[in-house]
């Protein structure tokens, strides 16, 4: 070991020395830390599971009032081609709908998705002189992700009220910030419905198939919608045209030589569609309303936000109720809050181990590192815009017994030092700068072990690299924390004495340790074969008994029932089945331990 003169020639005897003699700068650095961390902390979304961004680029084009097949040879073919023999993109997904079309371009994962934009966006706009000039113009954007966040229940109206009022509710949930779209359930189309008067055409002279190819003819070229006839009945569905029945009573159409309202020689009828899924709200027909967030969007204050408001919706709308369901920030909490518990109970474990093999003060140094550290990689995790999730919070829980490491070894050390004389500062200083370098090694290889989990390719590895990131972080954390301001810190608590543990004088512990020791090395041979059994045994019992399992399963707060009844039944037929079986869970369940009843 080198000694104490040439110690102090040395970069890390300077470097210490500075910190620990300017003890007011390195507190308000530490109080610095401290407090950015908790505002960090505070940013960071809480989710279950990591967002992982998507390699994806979507393109979206609409064009009213046309068939799938003949939008599909107009436009969807057309941006294909153009976009097919740009570098990077590894698949082309087309889904053609009437009216609209939603093309997905999946890439390469080394490809810059920034730069493809910009060369997807050129190609569309040199196909879009071949598109019809009253179409808008097609959207190109990066693919997000959907994340489901809860379930909202809107009941106690009939179906026509509830689908006006699910309407202004969404809107107003998606224009609140991180939410990327509400979508509602059950919702029917609404349909203009067309009854032509035989009387007054046979009056007139007409025949109704002159009216029936006029209003065809003049919905595909408007476009106002997709047209169904059958037999004097004609309806409309109006995704592009006007729901009005006014506005279609004043269409004029020339028949013959006349000019007729359409109102004069046909009843108009605003309808909504055959309903072709219901559902139940603990018992009763509701709409339902599934509100999807961003990937930065924080679950549980979004759930707040949405659950504040319903007080103010019960009010705008008398009559009604709102319901939340299905609301995954309340998994979130729970499961979080078992492994927050986890880690408070890990930190008194470490707390009491330390306390008992160390003594108080140095306990003491070495858990004020603890949360400072954490606290530092709390702001780093902020910045690359991570979140709190089960695997930051599992990565958390596995640094808890590393963080501690470099603290004891330099606690530990300036703890001897004052033991062989040295004054708290001269022993600060000396302490921690004679095991500066292999406390850095030691760290820096501990790194270097979860390091290879960045190299994983694919979901799996965009799903796993906050396990490297956020236990590098905290461990190179703890490395600063336990070099420059542990030191500190000693200065300030050894000032008075440093104390003994509570094992110090135990002797019996250290003679039944001894004993064991002394046994294994005078048996050198047997203590290697033993040592390389027991490893032997350990691989096959793991490959015997140990399966692998990505994430472990949790006891389920939701119970699932599917079931299928013959095509033959009708939806009225069905719904008569679902609520008996909505009855029979409701008197097996007891009241207490049943949230809600929830059916599609």
């Known amino acids: 070991m080198a000694g104490p003169g040439r110690l102090e020639e040395g970069f890390s005897w300077r470097l210490i020395s500075f910190f620990v003699r300017k003890r007011p700068l390195s507190h308000a650095l530490t109080i610095l ?51 097919q023999t740009i570098e990077g993109v590894k698949l082309i997904e087309s889904v053609t709908r009437d009216g609209s079309c939603l093309i997905t371009l999946t890439l390469d994962d080394t490809t810059p998705i920034e730069d493809t934009l910009f060369k997807v966006r050129d190609a569309v706009d040199r196909v879009k002189p071949d598109f019809p000039e009253d179409m808008d113009d097609p959207t190109v954007v990066r693919k997000i992700e959907k994340y489901p966040l809860l379930t909202l229940s809107i009941s106690g109206a009939k179906e026509d009220r509830l689908q006006d009022v699910a309407d202004d509710i969404r809107k107003e949930v998606e224009r609140l910030p991180d939410i990327s779209r509400a979508t509602i359930n059950g919702k029917a189309k609404r349909e203009i419905h067309i009854y032509l008067k035989n009387e007054i055409l046979e009056a007139l002279g007409i025949q109704p198939r002159q009216v029936k190819d006029l209003i065809r003819q003049w919905v595909n070229n408007s476009p106002l919608g997709e047209i169904k006839v059958t037999g004097n009945h004609i309806f409309i569905t109006t995704p592009g045209g006007s729901p009005d029945p006014n506005f279609w009573n004043r269409l004029i159409l020339p028949v013959g030589d006349k000019k007729l309202y359409l109102s004069r020689i046909a009843e108009v009828r605003l309808e909504l569609s055959e309903v072709k899924s219901l559902s139940h709200f603990n018992g009763k027909r509701n709409i339902s309303l599934t509100v999807f967030k961003t ?12 659950r504040s408001m319903i007080p103010d919706w019960e009010k705008r709308y008398r009559g009604l109720k709102f319901a939340v369901y299905s609301d995954l920030s309340v998994y979130i909490k729970n499961r979080l809050n078992t492994v927050k518990s986890s880690a408070v109970v890990g930190l008194i474990l470490v707390t009491i181990s330390l306390y008992l093999f160390l003594n108080l003060r140095v306990s003491l140094t070495v858990l004020l590192g603890i949360p400072t550290a954490f606290l530092i990689s709390f702001v780093y995790l902020a910045y690359r815009g991570e979140s709190i999730n089960m695997l930051s919070l599992f990565s958390f829980l596995m640094a808890l017994g590393m963080v501690v490491d470099d603290a004891i070894v330099i606690g530990e050390n300036i703890y001897r030092q004052m033991e062989k004389g040295l004054d708290h500062v001269r022993a600060a200083i000396q302490g921690a700068a004679e095991v500066f370098w292999p406390v850095c090694a030691a760290t820096f290889t501990t790194v270097a072990a979860f390091l290879p989990l960045l190299m994983l390719t694919g979901d799996i590895g965009k799903f796993l690299k906050i396990i490297p990131i956020f236990v ?3 461990l190179l954390a703890s490395l600063v924390e336990a070099l420059f301001i542990l030191p500190v810190h000693a200065v300030e608590l050894y000032r008075t004495g440093i104390g003994k543990s509570p094992f110090s004088n135990w002797e019996p512990l250290r003679n039944f340790y001894s004993a064991i020791l002394n046994t294994l090395l005078s048996r050198k041979k047997e203590t290697m074969l033993a040592a390389l059994a027991i490893l032997l045994v350990s691989f096959m019992a793991m490959k015997l008994f140990l399966t692998f399992t990505l994430l472990p399963q949790f006891d389920a707060d939701q119970i699932y029932i599917r079931g299928k009844m013959a095509s033959r039944h009708g939806i009225e037929e069905t719904e008569k089945v679902v609520s008996v079986i909505e009855e029979r869970v409701r008197k097996c369940v007891p009241a207490q331990d049943l949230d809600s009843i929830a059916t599609h």
Do not use: C, H, M, W
């Open 33 to 83: 830390f401290i407090l950015t961390g908790i505002l960090s902390y505070f940013q960071l979304p809480q989710e279950i599971f990591p967002p992982i961004p998507t390699n994806k680029i979507e393109i979206r084009a609409a064009y009213q009032g046309t068939s799938a097949d003949s939008f599909d040879d107009i436009i969807t073919n057309r941006i294909e081609d153009e976009v």
């Open 295 to 306: 990937e930065k969007g924080s679950s549980i204050d979004l759930s707040k936000k949405i």
């Open 472 to 474: 590098s972080t905290v």
